[in-house]
């Protein structure tokens, strides 16, 4: 499959890709002279230097960076001028301090409109670590290995600027590994009767590390079995599957179409107009949809292909008249092609019966219940098991049932 | 699949109010709704125990740490009985401490909302999966950095030389010490959200800009002219004061009743949280009308960076028409007094069924000032622009219609078009496929077709229908570019949309030459004019109206590319639906 670059195209895509580091810096509560700054990379940053403004006025938000005991242990950000400034304040209470309380925070600076979701589980990490050090040997506490602390905010700031992952040695036992990982949108709900489609070669990342249901699942994507059919394939819950799907379209690894079938009816969206100011779409198009070792139509011709489908043809017509057998087309991945890169649309056929007629029809009280505008034939036939002509037969003949298409 | 459908611009889970009197505490004065729903909820757990030799780590780590957290919390419990314990700050002494809202003491909110510094003007804390904006105000010239005491001294001094303060100028010898406590120093409305992943930023920027602007600005002007806020303030505390005997819910319902800021709030939270418009009058002085403007359900999916501003605008044009989204009534109830007499003129007038073109005469205005006030009612969403409802129209059941509720939509339907059905029309304008009006208009309902024509307006208004056009688009054959590019293999399968006239390459202007060769003069002015609609973002009516040619007239040249297999008619519903 080569579609991955482009897939996203008609999507509302986005990935927090990390942002830039502009400072590092580590404060503590200090006893006489209250939030004090220790270290800071790079100099200057926090700190007023003779000939120089620092990024940020320190003192204006000390208060959010070393708090009262309440935003202890949370992820706290909070904005001055054009910098957003992130950490963990973290409060330990122990009677051997001098106030019977040492709180700290390693703080880092973004850009104020970074999106800083990506450091979140560093920030996180580090409280964490940097806690835990404290408790076992007092390392804040202790003047000698507090001072590795700008040595760590050092080798951060380079490292995770440059490779978005750091290994820092810390002392013979501990070390501390960050990695950045980038951030998607949650992903859309998955249902039984969506079909999923992979965007890159799953089996070429799956490792003995996986999740097993997941690899359960990935075996049986095919871009033609839809989800609850791989459920029972794989022999896994249904509930479990569509988890697993989730998971895989988070990552963008698969997206999810319909279930193609010649009853089938499509019909363009406005987001066609793309796809012809865009060559690279085009070439892609004419290399996914023809015929291995068969002789490519041009584009033109494809493109009247799908102008072509229209919302009153169904995809056995529309083969029929355009004589599409004979054009070296995989009519399957020619769809897929427009599904996918967001162009094309299903036309879902809903059957609708009437509250006022719901009574008088003799029809299967729990066939009835999902005839209310929610359910289309494809999520009906997959829930009840029937194939389309089934269930054609089985509505059509009763006249209180409307049918709208959307 | 790509049912966008109206994503919610905001994420705004609660207003909050806290204010601050010169040498005094910050005090928490109202939050709205009563109980704000939240997504994430902060687990609160006390801090460690003093006395006992086992550290804590006050730490709130997710995920994996989950675990562990509640051991730790477990063994504190167990090794201190008594759940509360001294505290460092001193906010907790107000007596409205004890409340627990968002995850935190209302008294600790007041305190961390207002800035002890006075330099913050757009204040952004995040914690956690919340974020709290606003713009907090600041009374005192004194800088808040240095020490209490000297700040109260100095308050003090101010107050016995401010000749320009109000109740100083009418009671003349109160005694000084009562003053500071009554004078605000700072309020700071604040507006909480929770955003999904990725979108805080965008989100916190049109909050800023569209909303708490304005409304902190309108706070602002009349608290320095009437001291409304502290008035307010004071009253809604003393509610609270003496709520002894009151349920949350009804304390809340005598709040609105009683003060007129804290319905302001409860109005411009319930606009915003729903993506819909505010109007509100502050103090009843102010008039400022709040939203969070969008134009179409698609624009966040637009990150591409050819698109400016305005390109999901739409365009208005005198051959199209104003549907309002609300009743006529409505919309001028909401309007000031002292709205514009050509605005009011027109939402009394107009119906989907007359061009805006016409209005001109009716009116006796500019069509100019026409565009502006349409405008402006597609902005405050009270109305959108639509294609004048012919029976010649093809309307098709909208992507983002929302149809689980099919059943309540149809009994709302049938008090407004008594004489259909709103399920038998949905399904007829499309079965067996998406047909003209006149075609699904009975013969016996061809005199009262304005019956269908209202319940097309009523679909449209509630989004669930969208018309169906025919976008003409004219490629220019691959083989025309062969001989600039050289012989690139992508030019042999790729196709382009045809250029305008004056972008054309030598190559295209030959091509198009060629077509009317040897035609009358008439017909090739007609090619020049009609070209540039052709590049697929114009639709067949609209091609016809704007230059006014028939239909005729118009397949005389799309017959001629039809004929050479460069013309393609694109059927949907545009991008600004």
Known sequence: ?406 | MHDAGHLKMTSLCAILLVTKSSGGHGRFVFNYPKDPQRKHEIIDYTTGDEESDAETINENMPGDDADKRSIFSRIESEADPIPSRKRVDVASRNDDGDEILLGFKKSYLADFLLPRSNSIRDFQLTVDEMTFLGQPISFTKASRDIDLREDKKKDDDENVMDSQDIDQSVGTKLPPTTKPANRLSHFHLVFVLEPPELELSQQVDKMFKHVIAKITAALYYEQERCDYVRQQSDLIMQLNAARLDKSPDELMQLTLKKSTLARTIADVYDAISTDSTAHVLVNDYIDISLQIPSFSPFNQADNRQDLDEYTQFPVITPHKTLLLLEDPQEILKAMPLDANPTLVQLIQIITPTQRLGDLISLLDCSLAQIYRIVAHLIYWRKAKLIDVITTKNIYVTSPSADLRYLNALAADFSQHCPKLDLITLLSELNTPAPSKLEDIIPITFKEQKTIYFDAIAYLLRKGLIVQLHAYILVMVPPYIHMGKQGSHDHSKIISTPISSPEQASEAERNWLNSITAGKPEETRSLFDRLIQYFNGHHYLEEILLQENISRKDLRLVTDRFEALNALYILWHYGTGY
């Open chain 1, 1 to 406: 499959m080569s579609v991955s670059d482009y897939i996203r195209i008609g999507t509302d895509y986005r990935v927090g890709t990390p942002p830039r580091l502009v400072s590092v810096f580590f404060t503590m509560f200090d006893e006489e002279l209250g939030p004090s700054l220790l270290y800071e990379v790079p100099e200057g940053s926090i700190k007023p230097l003779p000939n120089s403004t620092p990024l940020i006025d320190f003192s204006s938000i000390s208060e959010y960076i070393i708090p009262k005991s309440d935003l202890c242990g949370h992820l706290v950000s909070v904005c001055t001028g054009p910098y957003k400034v992130m950490g963990v304040p973290v409060m330990i209470r122990n009677k051997k301090y001098k106030r019977r309380m040492l709180v700290f925070n390693l703080s880092f600076v973004f850009d104020r409109n970074a999106d800083t979701s990506s450091y979140e589980p560093v920030a996180r990490k580090i409280a964490r670590v940097l806690t835990s050090l404290e408790m076992e040997s007092d390392f804040l506490w202790k003047t000698e290995t507090r001072s590795s602390v700008y040595n760590i905010i050092e080798q951060l700031l380079e490292d995770l600027n440059n490779y978005c992952e750091c290994q820092i040695p810390i002392n013979e036992t501990n070390a501390l590994n960050l990695k950045l990982f980038p951030t998607y949108p949650n992903p859309q709900p998955v249902y039984d009767y969506q079909v999923p489609i992979c965007t890159v070669d799953l089996n070429t990342l799956i490792d003995m590390n996986w999740d097993i249901t997941v690899k359960k699942v990935v075996a049986h994507i095919n871009g033609v079995y839809h989800v609850k059919k791989i459920a029972e394939i794989a022999d896994v819950d249904y509930k479990l599957a569509r988890e697993c799907m989730e998971h895989l379209l988070y990552y963008g690894c698969i997206i999810m179409i319909d279930i193609f079938q010649f009853s089938n009816i499509y019909a363009v969206r406005p987001e066609i107009m793309r796809i012809i100011e865009d060559e690279t779409v085009q070439t892609e198009c004419i290399s996914y949809v023809t015929e291995p070792g068969a002789i490519p139509s041009p584009f033109s011709k494809m493109f009247s292909l799908y102008c072509s489908l229209k919302r009153d043809v169904t995809l056995k017509m529309w083969i029929e008249e355009n004589k599409v057998a004979s054009l070296n087309i995989d009519t399957r991945r020619f769809i897929t092609f427009g599904v996918t890169k967001g162009f094309l649309q299903r036309v879902h056929k809903y059957p609708v019966l009437p509250a006022s007629a719901a009574i008088s029809c003799k029809l299967d009280p729990h066939l009835k219940k999902l005839l209310n505008g929610r359910h289309h034939y494809d999520d009906i036939c997959t829930s009840e098991r029937y194939s389309t002509k089934d269930l054609d037969k089985l509505l059509c003949d009763i006249p209180e049932i409307k049918f709208i298409w959307k």
